[in-house]
C-alpha cells in the first residue's frame, strides 16, 4: 500500500483481504473519511498510530484482523480511545458511551509498532508460518468483489472468468484487478446520475477501444 503516500487526497480507501499488516504509509492520507482494512493480517493495534494524525477518519473497518485479539470489548475500547473522531468501526454506530468508557477501558498508543524482520507480516517457508492457498486467496478476493456488486446491483463476477489464467498469474492480476474494482464501485456509491453518466460514457469509450484492439490483434 505504499502507493498511499502519493494519494495524501484519497478519501476511501478499501484494502479488505489483502495481506496488510503495515499502516504507516497511510499516515499522510489527511483527506481520508473512510478505511476498510477487513480480514489482513495487522497484529498489533500499535498500527493505530499511524491513524491517528487523520483528522477526517470517521469509517474504519478491521475486524478480522489479528491484532483484534481474544477480547472484543478491550480492542473495541482501544480502538475508540485513540480514534475517538470516529462515527463507525466494524459496520457498528460508535455511541458517546463507548467513547467515555474507552477512555477507562482503552489503552493509549503513543508509539509507533516494532517491526520484525519479516516484511508486511509474510514469513518465509522457513519460519514455520503457514499461508492461504491460492485457490483460497481468489476465492476470497471473488467473493469480496460480489458483495461489493452485491450492494450497487450490478451482475456478479462469474468464477470461470479466471479459469485460463494459470495459479501464479491469478494470484497475482485477479488480485490487482478486484482490488480497483472494488474501489471504483465503492466510490461509484458516491456519484449523482450525471457524473454516473460520465462514467458511462468513458466505459462505452473504453470498450470500444478494446473491441477495435482486439479485431488489429486478429
Known sequence: ISICRDLPNIEVITFSVNGISDLEPLHQCQNLSELYLRRNNIRSLDELFYLKTLPRLRVLWLAENPCCGP???????????????????????????????????????????????????WASPASGATTEPQSQLLSCSLQDTNKTQEELD??????????????????????????????????????????????????ARRLQALQKKELQEE
Open 154 to 203: 450490478m451482475k456478479l463476477v462469474p468464477r470461470d472468468k479466471y479459469s485460463s489464467f494459470s495459479t501464479q498469474e491469478t494470484d497475482c492480476s485477479c488480485k490487482k484487478n478486484n482490488n480497483v474494482l472494488n474501489a471504483i464501485l465503492l466510490l461509484m456509491k458516491e456519484l449523482d446520475s450525471e457524473e454516473l453518466e460520465i462514467i458511462q460514457q468513458t466505459v
Open 71 to 121: 477480547d472484543p470489548h478491550r480492542y473495541r475500547m482501544t480502538v475508540l480511545r485513540n480514534l475517538p473522531c470516529l462515527q463507525k468501526l466494524d459496520n457498528q454506530a460508535v455511541t458517546e458511551e463507548e467513547l467515555s468508557q474507552a477512555l477507562v477501558d482503552g489503552v493509549e498508543i503513543t508509539a509507533p509498532p516494532a517491526r520484525s524482520p519479516v516484511e508486511n507480516g
